[in-house]
Antibody
């Protein structure tokens, strides 16, 4: 059974940093692109960033480009999202997902990030 | 404002057929595969349709997808109460060099 477990969310002040992690199991980690997708309170889904299976492609949404950094550690079956210069509009439930570069087969349950002073 | 336009809401009674549309442009729907996700309250989103009209294993055949030109549709037949939730179209946008989601459609089963 595919499992994706996110962690690292919490309350942080604007301008500060947070690091999210996602650990996967039940699948061959190296075979999949990995993603972060978020949902702000009362809003729809928003793609954040993706890391291709072969590390050829790392892409970001314009809303986080230059502030967020995605990384993956295949031996540890983990995905991370370093979030710097946080803004109130980054407040959201952050989902980790796997799939191809353009879609998401499986999703985790999410970790909540709240940016507020 | 998303580059993919979905109606904000849709509704139907049990057993009915409902259709949710997704309108885009030549740089997204017109040139790439469309995907549909189901997001039920309190759960993680779920891939419902991939490659425009394919169902992952385990997705009932009540759900079907189609695409024509720069528009796509998700049809749900034999509507059931457990279908109540949000539905999103999504795909790769060549102009944005990333994935875009539609604004989502809240389906209410009356």
């Amino acid at each position: 059974e595919v499992q994706l477990v996110e962690s690292g969310g919490g309350l942080e002040q604007p301008g500060r940093s947070l690091r999210l992690s996602c650990v996967g199991s039940g699948f061959t980690f190296d075979d999949y692109a990995m993603h972060w997708v978020r949902q702000a309170p009362g809003k729809g889904l928003e793609w954040v960033s993706s890391f291709s299976w072969n590390s050829d492609s790392i892409v970001y949404a314009d809303s986080v480009k230059g502030r967020f950094t995605i990384s993956r550690d295949n031996p540890k079956k983990s995905l991370s999202l370093q979030m710097n210069s946080l803004r109130p509009e980054d407040t959201a439930l952050y989902y980790c997902a796997i799939g191809a570069l353009d879609y998401f087969n499986y999703w985790g349950q999410g970790t909540l990030v709240t940016v507020s002073s | 404002q998303s580059v993919l336009t979905q109606p904000p809401s849709a509704s139907g009674t049990p057993g009915q057929r409902v259709t949710i549309s997704c309108s885009g442009s030549s740089s997204n729907i017109g040139s790439n595969y469309v995907y549909w996700y189901q997001h039920l309250p309190g759960t993680a989103p779920k891939l419902l349709i991939y490659w425009n009209d394919q169902r992952p294993s385990g997705v009932p055949d009540r759900f079907s997808g189609s695409k024509s030109g720069t528009s796509a549709s998700l049809a749900i037949s034999g509507l059931r109460s457990e279908d109540d939730g949000d539905y999103y179209c999504a795909l790769w946008d060549d102009s944005l060099s990333g994935v875009v989601f539609g604004g989502g459609t809240k389906l209410t089963v009356l």
